[in-house]
């Protein structure tokens, strides 16, 4: 697989009942957990007074990653995502232990 750095922003239509954000909101939870156990999620940021999130996010290709796992995210109607396909820099120093 693929990594991808992805900067999420989700932008709640106006109007929308707060019940139904709050639904949504705890199934993307859920969704985000069950990612992260199939290796598709590998890390989630958000920036400090900030309401938008940076990822680490894992798949086949860029496609693949729309369709099939960001595509999955009950809020990705409301989000707008920005994708950066990654590669190893040969200064890497790996993994911090």
Known sequence: MREFLVQLTTTVPEGTDPEEVTRLRAAEAVRARELAATGHLGR??????EMRSIGLWRAEDEADLRANVLGTLPLWPWMTADVT???SHPNDPG???
């Open 85 to 87: 396909a990654l590669q």
């Open 95 to 97: 993994p911090t232990r």
């Open 44 to 49: 989630l940021w958000r920036p400090v007074g």
